[in-house]
């Protein structure tokens, strides 16, 4: 089993920034990938992020592009999403996962992660 935990969600307007961090405890894999998810209400969950812990290989949704930063510390199993120009559309909880596929790149599906976090919320207000 892998636990993960969030933390860094909070309240920001339009411009601002934000760090999320999530750490990995339990049975971890040398190549898996780790992801951020998000979900707004009414919608569906959505493809954020995602960093392979071996090669540091990175993934990023189009929507989030040239804004957001992923990255990890293996030795803390602990990856980050800086989130940087935040939008009123990036209000959502954020969701940490983590995947074991052994794929080359991480991959952008849901239904690859095994692990997911609780959540953090994330309001950005105009």
């Known amino acids: 089993q892998v636990q993960l935990v969030e933390s860094g969600g909070g309240s920001v307007q339009a411009g601002g920034s934000l760090r999320l961090s999530c750490a990995a405890s339990?049975?971890?894999?040398?190549?898996?990938?780790m992801a951020w998810f998000r979900q707004a209400p009414g919608k569906e969950r959505e493809f954020v992020s995602a960093i392979k812990r071996g090669t540091g290989i990175t993934a990023y949704a189009a929507s989030v592009k040239g804004r957001f930063s992923i990255s990890r510390d293996n030795g803390k199993n602990t990856v980050y999403l800086q989130m940087n120009s935040l939008k009123p559309e990036d209000t959502a909880v954020y969701y940490c996962a983590v995947e074991n596929t052994g794929s080359f790149y991480p991959s952008q599906s849901g239904y690859d992660y095994a692990y997911w976090g609780q959540g953090t919320q994330v309001t950005v207000s105009s």
């Open positions: 339990g049975r971890t894999f040398d190549s898996y990938a």
